[in-house]
């Protein structure tokens, strides 16, 4: 029974009753093996956890499913072996001690299979480990001082982002720090990012104390804050709507979805696919499989794809600027920041909802209803032709499936919408909205050249948004290879025999062999794209391995200086593609442990996508996982403030000579004008074809 919300305002997690009675886990047994914990599996693992450490006070970090190794979850599937055990994996703080233990534990025999002492790492930022920042601070004469300096003493008025530190030499990795970011509220709905202050505060979440109060002075000077408001709440900007400017739009689908669902197994248009969740990376989806029409066969396409990291550097050298660059997946989760969906809000149309479940410290189940939002939506053309000579036309509606999730990282929003459409697509777009992230500018500054002045004495520093989208292809089965595509233009000379007019161009394939062949940059020249091929499955037209291809133009390079703090903990923005072996639980490019990390090679429990790729493995017909690099730089406009409209950013894997034909193909067409004369019955009952609601327009 769901018994109160969240303290951590603005997020709605809903913690479970505590409860005595023994947790009941017959429905275990024959969940998926890839399912969310359940509510009553949290609470056996945590129950088992806290009688395995006897006295000792725990703090629960994490509490998650152990996926299953994949050669156990694939001969599972495969029907040639057992339905894999149900384990947890959970990272625990001893309170009161550094210590800190990553814990593995199997629910079908209730035990605690694995505890292993982790050093010298920084488990991931909880929610309430963050709510720790703004109680804590406020209440610290020092703070107080750094306001009253400056001429605020209302102290329930200033508001203090937490946020994770990056690294400060002073403390290493010896405390858990988070940095608080100081903003000015005139009232509870006020924009506090008009009103940024020029301190921060750094903060020990264990001992719960201010460490120190960093503040810039510029000449000597403290900067007085800007109090003009800039805001977007209705209470401020109601009178401006206009109302009846904007008809409604509706989403109908009177016949209902075309997916099913059964549990967190999805069928749709020829696609199956499991969706799972959890606290770190958010929507995981798994197994994704597609019918082949022509093949008359269902072929592998993904094992796993998940959104592995993500870093925002800024770009402003002057102390303490330099601390921010949040990898807001390492350092807070995409799965604990996520919202609860609002219908005809978030999503619009007819939407099928799946809930998070997740953990408190305590070890209580905490779930965030509403999740995950699947739904459809019209995409436009599949395809369509008009023959010019007799009028004749074919056309077809193309429909998008979105899984999606929103997060709320602190001032910035992102929407994640994994879309498949019905040539057999996977996209991943990302939306940006939400706050930016503001600074105050002292009278002798200019925002110029590392921001912008979004408003009077207000600036918005450069900073860049670089997602890593972790696929773990299965293309016609497990051993793929990877080859880079580059169109360039023909050796032979113009005038030469092979080459007299010089327009020959082609696709140069280069085969990328080892992981340092494959850690790879974009390149505009050449319009370069990656295949993922499978050399042992052949088209039987093109004669060539059949494809996916990776088409990402939207890769920034990350700018760090080589050597540079950033470039080493973030190195995995340093290049477009990479591509390494595939190993069980090696999911997270910046490493299982971000938080004050120096990305340093060698860390004997933070290993990062450097030290896989450092290792050279072979990545030719061999079981493969491609990290995906792709974002954008962001110069604030003026137009972002004071609320950001959302900006698309995205990714896209593509059937390449995968299939002998399009394989949209079996989409009816929405619209045919033929020749009367037509036998085809199909085409003789569908001369045009509208929707139900598709309507002239009144005007
Ligand atoms: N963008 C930094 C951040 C994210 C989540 C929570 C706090 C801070
Ligand atoms: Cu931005």
Redesign the pocket.
């Known amino acids: 029974m769901i018994i109160d919300t969240s303290s951590i305002a603005g997020y709605a997690i809903f913690r479970e009753e505590p409860t005595d009675a023994v947790p009941d886990l017959s429905k275990s047994r024959s969940t998926h093996p890839l399912n969310q914990l359940s509510i009553e599996e949290i609470r056996a693992a945590s129950k088992i956890i806290r009688e395995y450490a006897g006295s000792k006070p725990l703090k629960f970090n994490c509490l998650t499913l152990r996926e299953p190794k994949k050669h156990e979850y694939v001969a599972f599937r495969d029907r040639r072996g057992p339905r894999p055990d149900r384990r947890a994996f959970a990272i625990i703080l001893e309170k009161g001690t550094p210590n800190i233990a990553e814990v593995i534990v199997n629910l079908n025999q209730s035990v605690v299979e694995d505890w292993k002492v982790v050093q010298d790492v920084g488990p991931i930022?909880t929610l309430e480990d963050?709510d720790v920042c703004e109680r804590v601070a406020r209440a610290d004469p020092r703070v107080i001082e750094a306001c009253r300096e400056i001429g605020i003493t209302d102290m329930s008025k200033v508001y203090i982002?937490?946020?994770?530190i990056g690294f400060d030499h002073r403390w290493g990795t010896e405390r858990r720090l988070q940095q608080g970011l100081v903003y000015y509220r005139n009232s509870e709905s006020d924009n506090q990012y008009a009103h940024p202050l020029d301190f921060t505060v750094i903060l020990d979440t264990e001992k719960e104390e201010v460490l120190a109060v960093d503040i810039r002075r510029v000449n000597g000077e403290r900067t007085a804050p800007s109090f003009e408001e800039h805001n977007y709440m209705p209470d401020y900007v109601g009178d401006s709507y206009e109302e009846n400017r904007l008809k409604p739009i509706d989403i109908v689908q009177p016949e209902g979805v075309s997916f099913r669902m059964r549990g967190s197994e999805l069928h749709w248009a020829g696609f199956k696919m499991h969706i799972g969740f959890n606290y770190r990376e958010g929507i995981v989806i798994s197994d994704v499989r597609l019918d082949d029409h022509h093949g008359q066969r269902v072929r592998k396409l993904f094992n796993r794809i998940s959104l592995a990291e993500m870093v925002?550097p800024y770009g402003n050298p002057d102390h303490p600027h330099q601390r921010k660059h949040?990898h807001?997946e390492g350092?807070?989760g995409m799965g604990l920041?996520t919202n609860s969906l609002k219908l005809g809000c978030d999503c619009k149309g007819a939407i099928h909802y799946l809930d998070a479940i997740m953990c408190t410290s305590s070890g209580e189940p905490a779930v965030v209803q509403n999740a995950i939002c699947i739904h459809e939506e019209d995409n436009g053309l599949v395809y369509k032709h008009t023959d010019y000579r007799d009028g004749t036309v074919i056309s077809a509606r193309d429909r998008k499936l979105i899984i999606s999730q929103i997060i709320?990282?602190?001032?910035?929003d992102y929407a994640f919408y994994h879309i498949f459409t019905l040539d057999g697509t996977y996209k991943l777009e990302v939306k940006l909205t939400g706050m930016l992230?503001t600074y105050c500018l002292h009278p002798s500054e200019t925002a110029a050249p590392y921001g912008t002045e979004v408003a009077p004495a207000i600036t918005a520093h450069n900073h860049q948004h670089i997602f890593s989208l972790r696929v773990d292809p299965e293309i016609d089965g497990p051993n793929n290879s990877i080859v880079q595509n580059d169109a360039v233009l023909t050796d032979a000379p113009l005038g030469s025999a092979e080459n007299l007019y010089g327009n020959g161009f082609y696709c140069k394939k280069t085969p990328l062999r080892t992981a340092k062949e494959a850690a790879a940059n974009y390149c505009y020249e050449t319009s370069r794209s990656w295949d993922i091929i499978n050399p042992s499955s052949i088209n039987p037209s093109t004669k060539k391995p059949v494809a996916y291809k990776i088409l990402n133009n939207n890769c920034p390079t990350l700018l760090a200086k080589p050597g540079s703090m950033l470039a080493k903990r973030a190195a995995f923005a340093r290049k477009s593609l990479w591509v390494v072996p595939y190993e069980d639980y090696q999911l997270f490019p910046a490493g299982d442990y971000v938080c004050q990390s120096t990305g340093e090679l060698g860390h004997p429990y933070n290993k990062t996508i450097a030290d896989w790729v450092a290792q050279d493995g072979s990545v030719e017909n061999t079981d493969i996982v491609c990290y995906i690099q792709f974002g954008l730089t962001h110069f604030p406009r003026t137009e972002d403030f004071p609320i950001m409209p959302a900006e698309p950013v995205s990714v896209m894997l593509r059937a390449s000579n995968f299939f002998v034909k399009n394989p949209a193909l079996w989409v009816p067409p929405t619209h045919i004008a033929v020749d009367k004369s037509s036998e085809n019955a199909f085409a003789q009952k569908q001369q045009v074809c509208c929707g139900k609601s598709d309507v002239p327009s009144k005007l």
């Open positions: 930022l963050l982002d937490a946020w994770a925002v949040a807001d350092e807070y920041m709320t990282a602190a001032n910035y992230n």
